[in-house]
C-alpha cells in the first residue's frame, strides 16, 4: 500500500491503492473496479463521472500503512489488507448489452483475483451485469440500500434503465435467493413492482422503519449467507449526498447506514459490493464524493478482520 500524507497527491486511484489493469497479471485482497456508465438514468445524469471523483476524493481517507487506528477498540483496521485498483470499464455508450457485457466480464475476472470485489458505479443499471458475475454461487442475497425500489419490469418502454436491475437479476440468476432492501420512500414508487418484490418474498424496509426501530430491521437482517451488498448513494439523506441523479427526502443518517452496514457485513460472508448513482456534478461541494468515498473505507475496515 502507497501511502503519502497528503490527500491530494496524484495519480488519483481508489484509497491510493496501486492501479493494476486487469490485463497484468495479479492478486489481491481486495481489487476495486469502475464503472463510467450512466446511459440509464432516467433522470439527472452524471454518475459516470463518480469513479474519478471517489479516486480523488478516496485521497483523504488513504489507510496508513499499519491500517486505520480505531479509539474505540484501540486496535488498527484494514491492517494488512492489500488493495489494487484496477481502472475502469469502457462503456460502449448506447450499445447497452456490449456494456453489460463488458461489466460482467472484467467483474468475473476481478472476482477471480481478489477476495472482496468492490464495483464503483456508474449509475444503479449496472448492479445487473455485475450480479451476472455471480451466477456461479449457488445461494446467496442481495442487501440493497437505496431510496427506490428498483424493480420495474419496465418504464417508458425500457427494460435495462436503472429502475430495473433487480428484476433482470432475478429473472436470471437461480442463486439469488432472496433481496432486502433497505431505506425505501418517495412519492413514485410503481405499486406493480412493489407487488411482484412481495410476491417473490423480499424484505421491503421503508426509511420510515428504520428510524422507528433501528434494532428491529438489524434483527430482521440475513444471517450466516453469501451476502452482495448494494448501496445507492441516495438511500442517504440528500443533505449528506446531494450528488445523485434522484435524491429523495427523508433519508437514512450516515450513522444509521453504518449500523446497518455492519450488521450485514459482520453476520454474512460479503462477496461483493457495488456504489452506485452517485453524481459528483450535482454536488459543487464536492460532499458527495467525500461521503462515498468515506463510506467504502468503513465497509473496507469492517469486512476486514
Ligand atoms: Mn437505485
Redesign the pocket.
Known amino acids: 500500500m502507497r501511502h503519502t500524507e497528503l490527500s491530494f497527491t496524484g495519480p488519483a486511484t481508489f484509497l491510493k491503492a496501486p492501479h493494476k489493469p486487469l490485463t497484468d497479471n495479479w492478486t489481491a485482497d481486495i481489487g476495486f473496479l469502475g464503472l463510467p456508465y450512466d446511459f440509464a438514468v432516467g433522470y439527472r445524469p452524471g454518475a459516470r463521472f463518480a469513479p474519478n471523483a471517489l479516486r480523488e476524493a478516496s485521497g483523504r481517507y488513504a489507510p496508513a500503512p499499519e491500517g486505520y487506528f480505531d479509539i474505540e477498540t484501540e486496535t488498527y483496521r484494514l491492517a494488512g489488507a492489500s488493495l489494487v485498483d484496477a481502472g475502469d470499464v469502457d462503456p460502449a455508450q448506447l450499445e447497452h448489452l456490449e456494456s453489460f457485457r463488458r461489466i460482467t466480464a472484467a467483474a468475473r475476472d476481478l472476482r477471480r483475483r481478489v477476495k472482496l470485489p468492490v464495483f464503483v458505479g456508474g449509475?444503479?443499471s449496472v448492479?445487473y451485469p455485475l450480479l451476472k458475475a455471480f451466477d456461479d454461487i449457488d445461494e446467496f442475497c442481495v442487501v440493497?440500500f437505496?431510496?427506490?425500489l428498483?424493480f420495474s419490469d419496465s418504464r417508458n418502454g425500457t427494460r435495462y434503465a436503472?429502475?430495473s436491475?433487480f428484476r433482470r437479476a432475478v429473472e436470471e440468476l437461480s442463486g439469488l435467493k432472496h433481496i432486502t432492501v433497505l431505506g425505501l420512500r418517495g412519492l413514485r414508487t410503481s405499486q406493480e413492482a412493489f407487488v411482484a418484490a412481495k410476491a417473490r418474498g423480499h424484505s421491503l424496509v421503508s426509511s420510515k422503519e428504520i428510524k422507528t426501530d433501528l434494532d428491529k430491521v438489524i434483527s430482521l437482517l440475513p444471517k450466516g449467507k453469501k451476502v452482495y451488498i448494494?448501496f445507492?448513494i441516495?438511500v442517504l439523506e440528500p443533505s449528506l449526498a446531494p450528488g445523485t441523479s434522484s435524491p429523495e427526502l427523508e433519508g437514512l443518517s450516515y450513522g444509521e447506514v453504518l449500523s446497518l452496514l455492519k450488521a450485514s457485513i459482520e453476520h454474512n460472508e460479503l462477496v461483493g459490493f457495488d456504489l452506485?448513482?452517485l453524481a459528483p456534478n450535482l454536488d459543487p461541494t464536492g460532499l458527495t464524493s467525500l461521503v462515498g468515498a468515506r463510506l467504502l473505507a468503513e465497509m473496507l475496515a469492517m469486512y476486514w478482520r
Request: hydrophobic share 5%; aromatic share 0%; charged share 40%.
Open positions: 449509475d444503479h448492479s440493497q437505496d431510496a427506490h428498483d436503472n429502475s436491475p448494494s445507492d441516495d452506485t448513482e
